[in-house]
């Protein structure tokens, strides 16, 4: 497919500049979704990171719940709403295949709907988290992202598992369960 054309070359330069462009086009929206939460409710930056499973923003100060809540929110939202207005555009053309406006509403809607997944190191996560803390407190919430986080990656696990056995090339699912479980194994996945 278009993604393999980016990981492994077809030949065509083009094709794969302009599918990293769509890639990295949806990624920048959903973080900009996060930047512009942030601005909303009047939170500051102090830095941002990178790391493999996307961006980081480092506050000053401590986040209200429905601060982080609204905050973790916006990269979903933002990801669903750029894949619902570029969907018409997408679908006026008699749907290719191919092109950088398939793969940017793909990549939106994958990246807004792996980032609701109730994983703490997820927007999804963090937003159960802050959620469950608000109403029944942390040590409760604690237990519940825990138990929802892993059973989550061990579905994804399995799934990329056999998709990779049957398929054979959906390696993306495979090495981003494995990013995951290996977070939630070092602690590293509470909001």
């Known amino acids: 497919g278009v993604l393999a054309g980016i990981l492994c070359g077809d030949g065509n330069v083009r094709v794969r500049l302009a599918s990293a462009a769509a890639v990295l086009s949806a990624i920048l929206l959903h973080e900009m979704g996060h930047l512009l939460a942030a601005w909303a409710c009047r939170v500051r930056i102090e830095a941002l990171s990178l790391d493999v499973l996307g961006a980081r923003l480092h506050t000053t100060g401590l986040l209200s719940y429905g601060q982080e809540w609204l905050v973790a929110a916006g990269g979903p939202v933002a990801s669903g709403l750029a894949a619902a207005l570029a969907f018409p555009l997408w679908a006026s053309r008699g749907y290719p295949q ?30 159960l988290y802050c959620a469950l803390a608000y109403t029944v407190g942390e040590r409760f919430a604690t237990m519940v992202l825990r138990l929802t986080g892993g059973a989550c990656v061990l579905a994804l696990w399995l799934f990329s598992v056999y998709a990779l056995l049957r398929v054979g090339e959906m390696v993306a699912p495979f090495a981003f369960s494995m990013v995951l479980l290996v977070r939630i194994l070092q602690g590293n996945y509470q909001g």
């Open 98 to 127: 191919q092109g950088m406006l398939c793969l940017f509403v793909g990549a939106s809607a994958v990246m807004g709907g792996l980032n609701l997944l109730p994983v703490g190191t997820l927007d999804g996560g963090r937003m």
